[in-house]
């Protein structure tokens, strides 16, 4: 039974991987409007900027993940 519930958080493909690599983005990019919100001005935006950076490094690892696994 853990292993079937272990299997459903597992991504194993290229495509699974964009799908949670966009819902990241699309939660960092409401995150950061509300940055903008709270902050205005220069911090607003750096922090803004900074959201969707983090998912550009996350999204890099995780497709590297997956096609490392694809090759073992």
């Not at 950061?32 to 803004?48: M, N, T």
């Amino acid at each position: 039974m853990w292993l079937r519930l272990k299997r459903l958080f597992t991504i194993t493909t290229k495509f699974e991987a964009f799908l949670v690599i966009y819902a990241l983005a699309t939660g960092a990019v409401a995150r950061g409007v509300h940055y903008l919100d709270l902050y205005p001005g220069f911090g607003g935006w750096l922090l803004f900027a900074v959201c969707p950076l983090s998912v550009f490094m996350v999204g890099g690892i995780l497709i590297d993940t997956v096609e490392q696994r694809r090759h073992e």
